[in-house]
């Protein structure tokens, strides 16, 4: 048994001194009329399951903080994640509204050239045609 605190006792009716609180004061220790002897409590070894309670606090707060340094790199993990990601898509919409464009202004030319206006002009001179006008259709069986 450990020794808790040491503090004299009041006296009720007969005088034990100062004794270890939980204990009873042996025969020897007992000495009428003299209140001031301290007992001589031999010092007790610790045994292996009292070393190992005694260090479960230590192995707590370890484990404590090695969680919230595991969390505390989880959550900066996750803040570069989503930094990252956030640049990515502003990347591809910036790409995707280029591309956009480049689809709205080839359609445009498409129209363009494909317009008969364009067509009529490119197909009489390089071509040779002319104007179609009824007479000059030539049915081939």
Known sequence: MTTIAFAPRPAFGHNRGGELLGTSPSKDEHVAGSGTA????????????????????TLYVIAFFGVVVFCAVMIIWNTLQVNKLSAERTKLDTQI????????????????????DHIRPIAQSKLGMIQSNGEDLVVIK
Do not use: G, N, T
């Open 38 to 57: 301290a007992p001589v409590v031999p010092k007790a070894v610790p045994s292996e399951i009292e070393k190992v309670v005694r260090k479960m606090p």
């Open 97 to 116: 509204s280029q591309s956009e464009q480049r689809l709205i202004r080839l359609r445009a030319e498409e129209m363009q050239l494909s317009a008969p």
